[in-house]
């Protein structure tokens, strides 16, 4: 799929797909590895993976055998890898192009980084607070600090065992078990809506959806997290809807508990509006809307444009291809 990225500020949205790669600014390759994986390779054991390694070598060999992908070594390509094990198997064969990633907790520098790369948001669970509009809502929200989700997780997830010996029992605090099934993400949903603020440790890697489902709720997050990249950051700061807490700060005991225990309603309101104000920007519409999701990814790819089209020059007209690693 080919596109022309226009400027957005006086547009409706910024792509337009075009029929003449001539004209296109990038490429959107149609290849959907999240779904590839969680279909064909979700145990990450063979031979029940092959399906999926098949079907991301015949991408690979499909794109190195097109003019376009030859003209640009795939620099003005895109491709969407969301699910920390999609693409597993050819991720470095394609690595010169622009991935739309959820983090970077499962890639080397060598594969994916902030400079060509895009983060994208979770598309959150629970539904859209929209009737979110009471006279006080700071009085209104009982639970100080909520979450709900599977406690024993992987890797950066690990967080979560260590909060639950902090937190759980605590009778300001809502810390479960709980998975998508049997009435969860009703029961979350609840939850996340009664609550001031919204505890969103790391899962498997460093993003988690929970980030996004209390962007949903209006419920101010609690970021814990230390190599955690956020969408949209060069738009967005964050500071003035989130709380971000290192690992080591939120397992000191007490330590989060007392500033949350003690939060201004004055700060918490200002924080609660500006999660109004940017909550759109979260929400995958279709078709896409100004300034959703789905546009600011757009956006985010737009800003890539001229150091493509400087790469793209340099190495048409270089005698010594990679001399200098800029």
């Not at 390509?77 to 970077?104: G, K, Q, T, W, Y």
Request: with cysteine.
């Amino acid at each position: 799929m080919m596109l022309y990225l226009l400027d957005s500020s006086s547009r409706p949205k910024t792509a337009i797909r075009v029929a003449d790669p001539k004209i296109a600014d990038v490429f959107f390759v149609p290849f959907f590895s999240s779904l590839s994986f969680n279909t064909h390779g979700v145990n990450m054991l063979d031979p029940e993976t092959e399906k999926d390694r098949l079907l991301q070598v015949e991408i690979v060999e499909l794109l190195h055998m097109s003019p376009w992908w030859q003209k640009s070594a795939g620099q003005d390509h895109i491709l969407v890898m969301h699910h920390p094990n999609a693409l597993r198997f050819v991720r470095e064969e394609l690595n010169s192009s622009i991935f739309v990633v959820a983090d970077f907790g499962r890639y080397s520098q060598r594969v994916a980084r902030l400079r060509k790369d895009v983060v994208a948001p979770y598309m959150h669970v629970v539904d859209t607070y929209v009737t979110d509009n009471l006279t006080d809502p700071f009085a209104a929200r009982t639970t100080v600090l909520f979450f709900r989700g599977t406690v024993k997780r992987k890797d950066d997830g690990i967080v979560r065992t260590k909060l639950a010996k902090l937190l759980q029992n605590h009778p300001n605090v809502v810390y479960e078990e709980s998975v998508a099934k049997n009435g969860g993400i009703e029961l979350a949903t609840q939850g996340m809506r009664k609550s001031l603020f919204c505890l969103t440790p790391a899962g498997d890697t460093p993003s988690s959806c929970r980030l996004f489902d209390a962007i949903a709720s209006h419920c101010v997050p609690v970021i814990i997290s230390d190599k955690l990249e956020l969408p949209f950051e060069d738009e967005l700061d964050y500071e003035e809807f989130c709380l971000i807490f290192s690992v080591e700060e939120a397992l000191t005991p007490g330590y989060i508990l007392e500033i949350l225990e003690n939060f201004s309603k004055e700060r918490w309101l200002r924080m609660w509006a500006n999660l109004k104000l940017v909550a759109h920007h979260f929400e995958y519409q279709h078709p896409a809307l100004k300034n959703d999701a789905v546009d600011m990814v757009w956006k985010q790819v737009k800003r890539k444009l001229p150091a493509i089209r400087l790469a793209k020059h340099r190495m048409k007209r270089l005698k010594t291809p990679d001399w200098w690693h800029w």
